[in-house]
């Protein structure tokens, strides 16, 4: 009902049907909330989660439960299932170096000490030169996923 009120003002930019694409919808639509809302939104349903490397990842909501897609080497060290708003766990996504599918867990710990080793047998194949720890859950994790961590 107040479409005109709040889209308004970024239609009026608008010159070509092209332009629409370049409206960023979820932050015009934050900007009608109030400070306090606009806060806990940010606090409950995070645009982006920093993993263990230091890599703030965007979330997937657009599936359910949300998705975290991470570079595998990104989430060595990590034992406990990322969470957003109030302890929901976010499905992981991990990424082979190349930005692949493959494996998508919701029990992060489970993945290192069960099916990490065939993963791991079939990317050291593919990607010798990368990192590839016989401990990932204790392992320092890296966004450099080419040299081996303290190298």
Not at 72 to 101: D, H, K, Y
Not at 121 to 148: F, L, V
Request: net charge neutral; charged share 25%.
């Amino acid at each position: 009902s107040s479409l005109d009120e709040w889209l308004r003002p970024y239609i009026d930019k608008v010159s070509h049907v092209n332009h629409f694409s370049k409206l960023d919808l979820a932050e015009i639509l934050k900007s009608t909330l109030q400070w306090p809302l606009s806060r806990e939104l940010d606090e409950l349903a995070p645009v982006r989660f920093e993993v263990p490397s230091g890599s703030l990842i965007r979330i997937d909501y657009e599936q359910s439960p949300p998705v975290l897609p991470v570079k595998l080497q990104e989430m060595f060290g990590c034992t406990a299932q990322p969470s957003i708003a109030n302890g929901v766990a976010l499905t992981v996504a991990l990424l082979s170096p190349a930005g692949r599918p493959v494996q998508l867990t919701s029990d992060i710990a489970g993945f290192w000490d069960g099916s990490y080793e065939e993963v791991k047998k079939e990317m050291k194949g593919r990607y010798p030169k990368h990192y590839w720890p016989d401990d990932p859950g204790a392992a320092k994790p890296s966004s450099r996923t080419t040299k081996r961590p303290g190298k």
